[in-house]
């Protein structure tokens, strides 16, 4: 009895060093009222990843929706609010809930490794315009593609369909293109919602 008691310290030191070893000191992103709280991995903060998306002669911003609206919450609004470390705008009409959202970090690195791997793109939408009710990008989860390498997303294009598996080797467990409804002349890749934290 006396050895355990004497144990008990540092058997207790030890059970709580372990158990600081499997809670990471990583940041937690806030999605918003449509989105979850997430871990996010180590690695470049969202708004180092967006600031070098943003800056990347690769990709092309719509700087409208595409039904035509300016309304502050364009592909190009969200990716320089993203890289200023702001919340980004949501639109406010259509089934758009308006507000703010955070864009998602794995999806901001999704979308470099994509790049850095060759890919031309122009992004039509993040998480502003009007899509389906539920959609993932009022929680800041998806982005969509019209021109993939400098050819318009259609069945024509080579590449639209290994850009999306490429999408889903990344992370994303939603991938839509042509033939699949409201997606003939674009591509859409959605990041999962995780179960908020506790």
């Known amino acids: 009895m006396k050895k355990f008691i004497l144990s008990l310290p540092v058997a207790l030191t030890l059970v709580g060093v372990f158990l600081m070893s499997c809670?990471?000191?990583?940041?937690?992103?806030?999605?918003?009222?449509?989105?979850s709280t997430m871990s996010v991995k180590r690695g470049a903060l969202p708004q180092n990843t967006a600031m070098?998306?943003?800056?990347?002669?690769q990709v092309t911003w719509l700087p409208r929706q595409v039904s035509g609206r300016v309304d502050g919450a364009t592909a190009l609004d969200n990716i320089r609010q993203a890289a200023a470390g702001q919340a980004v705008k949501r639109s406010s009409y259509g089934t758009a809930p308006g507000g703010y959202v955070k864009l998602d970090p794995r999806m901001l690195r999704a979308m470099k490794i994509l790049v850095q791997e060759g890919y031309r793109i122009r992004v039509t939408s993040m998480a502003g315009a009007s899509h389906s009710r539920t959609s993932r990008h009022y929680a800041g989860l998806a982005f969509d593609v019209d021109f993939i390498n400098g050819v318009k997303v259609g069945y024509s294009n080579p590449y639209w369909r290994k850009f999306l598996a490429r999408c889903r080797e990344l992370g994303a467990t939603e991938t839509l293109g042509p033939g699949d409804k409201g997606h003939s002349s674009h591509v859409h890749a959605a990041w999962p919602r995780v179960v908020p934290l506790r």
Do not use: C, F, R
Request: charge should be neutral; aromatic fraction near 10%.
């Open 23 to 35: 809670v990471t000191q990583e940041p937690h992103i806030a999605s918003g009222s449509y989105g």
């Open 52 to 57: 070098w998306l943003k800056n990347s002669s």
